[in-house]
């Protein structure tokens, strides 16, 4: 089975900063996906960005970046020059294989954006 | 692509009647998962399709809920007898059957029960 732990319920940044957010899973798998999810208030869920654990190089969209230690079983997430519509809750999963699975989530982080 | 649409958006309902949502997957995407949402939680799985076949169920599944997705296309969920702790966010998501592609969610189906 697979856990996903996200240890922050709530961040907040000042626009135009860096944060970042963490993630910590456990898998027996040897190949998996991992991801993070944007939830807007009231909008539904979009991908921010993705991992394949057999690449060592971190994934990088934009503004977010990730630093994936496999061995520590880490995948935090960097936002960076926050913007206001960043504000939302994000989600961390991961699934099995080639993302086929079903994905299994963490519990969540709200960030918030000060002006 | 036009997105994920799920129907209805909201659904208030008494504890014991039934209720049904319906997802409408991205056109050509053959894989479709179901999830729910509690309030403070991430998203958990329900069950998944390839195509009409169901491929896994979750043992949040119970035998009052439902899906079918009939033709490969849409897909309904169905929950009997409804109670108070099925008041949630049901989420609906597809994606193409090849290796690394992206799930898609839809806006949800936030449902009370009363």
């Known amino acids: 089975a697979q856990t996903v732990t996200q240890s922050q319920p709530e961040m907040s940044v000042q626009e135009a900063e860096t944060v970042t957010l963490s993630c910590t899973y456990d898998t027996s798998e040897s190949d998996y996906y991992l991801f993070w999810y944007k939830q807007p208030p009231s909008r539904q869920m979009i991908l921010v960005i993705r991992?394949?654990?057999?690449?060592?190089q971190n994934a990088t969209e934009n503004r977010f970046s990730v630093n994936f230690q496999k061995a520590a079983k880490s995948f935090s997430l960097k936002i960076s020059d926050s913007q206001l519509g960043d504000a939302a809750m994000y989600f961390c999963?991961?699934?099995?294989?080639?993302?086929?699975?079903?994905?299994?989530f963490g519990k969540g982080t709200r960030l918030s954006v000060i002006a | 692509d036009t997105g994920v649409s799920q129907d209805p958006r909201h659904k208030i309902t008494k504890r014991g009647q039934n209720v049904t949502f319906r997802c409408d997957p991205i056109?050509?995407?053959?894989?479709l998962y179901w999830y729910r949402q509690t309030l403070g939680q991430g998203p958990e799985f329900l069950t998944y399709f390839q195509n009409e076949a169901q491929l896994e169920k979750s043992r949040l599944l119970s035998d009052r809920f439902s899906a079918e997705r009939p033709k490969g296309s849409f897909s309904t969920l169905e929950i009997q007898r409804t109670e108070q702790g099925d008041s949630a966010m049901y989420l609906c998501?597809?994606?193409?059957?090849?290796?690394?592609?992206?799930?898609?969610f839809g806006p949800g189906t936030r449902l009370l029960v009363l």
């Open positions: 991992q394949e654990a057999y690449k060592q």
């Open positions: 998501a597809s994606r193409r059957g090849q290796a690394k592609e992206t799930q898609y």
């Open positions: 999963a991961c699934s099995r294989n080639s993302g086929n699975t079903p994905l299994v």
């Open positions: 056109s050509e995407h053959n894989r």
